[in-house]
Nanobody, 122 residues
Framework: QVQLDESGGGLVQAGGSLKLSCAASGRTYAMGWFRQAPGKERAFVAAISWSGNITYYVNSVKGRFTISRDNAKNTVNLQMNSLKPEDTAVYHC??????????????????WGQGTQVTVSS
């Protein structure tokens, strides 16, 4: 069982930036970030392959968010720029235990972190 621990959330004004990090306790393959706003379902944000060569983003964050990973440290990061109030949510890190392509659906991941709160004020 792999544990995922997110960090880096907080309160920021619209237009600001935050960097989220996720540390895995063991080997993982493709990883992703999802977010869940109050009263809404968990939604895909970004994903990255084990090699880092393949990345996916939801359209609403393209050009503003960047996902990256450091396999030597078992970490994945999400750099979030030009934040908007609609980005407010709990952000969860996810990982696959098999060597497959990144997924944009919740069911595509085997391990999940507890989440970190991101709040963007207008």
């Amino acid at each position: 069982q792999v544990q995922l621990d997110e960090s880096g959330g907080g309160l920021v004004q619209a237009g600001g930036s935050l960097k989220l990090s996720c540390a895995a306790s063991g080997r993982t393959y493709a990883m992703g970030w999802f977010r869940q706003a109050p009263g809404k379902e968990r939604a895909f944000v970004a994903a990255i392959s084990w090699s880092g060569n393949i990345t996916y983003y939801v359209n609403s964050v393209k050009g503003r968010f960047t996902i990256s990973r450091d396999n030597a440290k078992n970490t994945v990061n999400l750099q979030m720029n030009s934040l908007k109030p609609e980005d407010t949510a709990v952000y969860h890190c996810a990982a696959r235990r098999a060597d497959r392509l990144p997924s944009a659906i919740v069911a595509g991941y085997d391990y999940w972190g507890q989440g970190t709160q991101v709040t963007v004020s207008s």
